[in-house]
């Protein structure tokens, strides 16, 4: 079950009872979540590459948060009935492809610790794949019945276009500003958990102030999660997070660790100048490695990065006051801590 | 105008009316013509690569002839109004979604008589280009208030990806079969013109037959401009038609003078099986086109594509028998002699 499979990589040092709390949570939508799988399960398959480089993806997992998401904010009005299923569904297959023409795009090797459908299956498969996954979610999103959704996913998708647009622009650049970075991070990951909020409040039947609370949590949340994946990318165990160490910086991306080092060690940037020169398709020399992460280290970045995903974690939970009391919201609140306790 | 470029495109040896009859049809929609031309040149320009791909493809032109088929089936109605217009300028972008995210896929480094615009900008941005465009496309369908049309989009978009697949699974095979190759055709290219017919006949408040007759006649158009493409690749001046000769042999697709010649004649297939094994990215050999050319000469195969050509135009034509005698119907009865006539 998939928010078992996300308590799993939370570190046992966190609050000593997030463990309890996050069984209390997927307890409460265990049955939602299996039948969330059973519908993303019935997608066709077919032999062809294209089909087979989307399923390589899906089979994987993943953490199910984005549907998880739907699942929980639902569940604060109605019962998590057909539309919000497929509104579940769709959510992670629009995840699903844009990560697949993210690996195209940033030529990405590893994902979920396995080698990504693109080297598989090659590249051409995997925009058409993607291409396919995306049309299969608008598809349930206009068959749930709330047309407002679908406008609110087009803006969605603009501005995660957008953002890998900036990525890309920016792309073996050490001079991304805050304002740039934050706006990447909005767009690449919290406005797909914005929508996802705004998903399952409206399948829920919520009220409009109840429908905004949660997408300006959903909001958080999704910083909140990038910024920790930000700092697993120079900090995490890749046996746990799935993806090659330090595989943002090779692809050239500036991440919040890595700019808060810059701005208080000027002589970190020769090093960075150095990792971001180094060829796509060769590993990065250990050494090097090891030296910027001393210097993330020194520089208390990395620290700091952690502090700012716990602050916005809590600014999620503060959003949550307009609703009522009860399992949905303890439930919600529980959700925030998991970007900050995750290992991967 | 658009159309007036589709008639300049034309042989001087079709009937003898055919110049006349095209300028007739290009005075008829020369308005909403340039109503699209004005909605399309306010697509949002930056610069951003992943824009500047965009309307490096956009920018270039191309024949307008979807956007033709919106209006012209429109006009059997009502006017060319601003919905119509919206859906116009979208399938337009669908299209050109298509073709950049085709030329990634294929390698295609000519179009429109212009470097692609991934070599330009690169991979990356093509992707991210291509998902831009294919939002803004089904912005505009959802904008237009007509929902079925939006459906219909998923459809084609769903037949569209399909036919892309079954191209990539036997990109550099001979044994591709008849079957197959028209299933190939369909969904690459007459489902967008059976969908822009579709638009235009919702948009215009036409009754269910005549948008039926429609769409099968948008299926008869498509699938003649399809075979003369094919014609084209072999046998079409590169200076009129914008593309490299030979391009779509080259990335290992089957066309149809050559799944015909292959029928024909069973020594063209080592020729053909060395021309499929040139590497992608060195120009093919003078002498192997040449034979390869002569071939599909000798065993009539090039003749014979272009008369089916011209029966799925009369085909295309025996479809308006539903509509209403008047300068709409007369309209499309001239544009389905464009493909058969064109030679770029």
Redesign the interface.
């Known amino acids: 079950m998939a928010v078992a499979r996300l308590g799993a990589v939370c570190r046992e040092r966190g609050p000593r009872d997030v463990a309890t709390r996050l069984r209390d949570l997927s307890d409460w939508i265990a049955d939602d979540m299996t039948g969330f799988e059973v519908e993303l399960e019935k997608l066709v398959r077919d032999e ?4 087979r480089s989307a399923h390589h993806l899906l089979d994987l997992g993943g953490k199910h948060l984005r549907p998880a998401c739907v699942a929980l904010a639902t569940k604060l009005g109605s019962d998590f009935g057909p539309a919000a299923r497929d509104l579940a569904v769709a959510v992670e297959l629009l995840h699903s492809a844009t990560l697949l ?1 993210d690996d ?3 030529l990405g090797e590893r994902r979920r610790g396995r080698p990504t459908a693109r080297l598989i299956y090659g ?3 995997s ?2 794949a ?3 996954l ?2 299969e979610a ?2 349930r999103i ?1 068959r749930s019945g709330h ?1 407002g959704l ?2 609110r996913a ?1 803006e969605t ?2 501005e995660m ?1 957008a953002a ?3 990525q ?2 920016n792309r073996g650049r050490i001079n991304l500003n805050r304002e740039d970075y934050f706006r990447v991070i909005d767009g690449k990951t919290a406005t797909l958990f914005r929508w996802a909020m705004l998903a399952g409040a409206t399948a829920g039947g919520l009220p409009a102030d109840q429908r905004a609370a949660l997408e300006r949590y959903g909001t958080h949340l999704g910083a909140a999660f990038q910024l920790v994946d930000d700092l697993l990318d120079v900090a995490g165990d890749p046996r746990v997070t799935g993806k090659t160490a330090f595989s943002d910086l090779h692809e050239g991306k500036m991440t919040y660790p890595l700019l808060l080092a810059l701005e208080r060690d000027v002589s970190i940037r020769r090093l960075v100048e150095r990792l971001l020169r180094m060829p796509p398709d060769e590993p990065l020399p250990l050494r090097l490695r090891a030296r910027v992460h001393r210097k993330l280290l020194t520089t208390g970045s990395l620290r700091d990065c952690r502090a700012l995903a716990r602050r916005r974690a809590d600014d999620a939970i503060a959003c949550l006051a307009p609703l009522p009391d009860g399992p949905g919201r303890t439930a919600l609140a529980t959700l925030a801590t998991v970007p900050v306790e995750r290992e991967g």
Chains 1, 2 share one sequence.
């Open positions: 062809s590459v294209v089909n023409h195209v795009i940033d590249n051409a498969a925009v058409l993607g291409d396919w995306l049309v608008l598809k206009r047309h679908l406008a087009f998708l603009d276009i890998e647009a900036i890309l622009e």
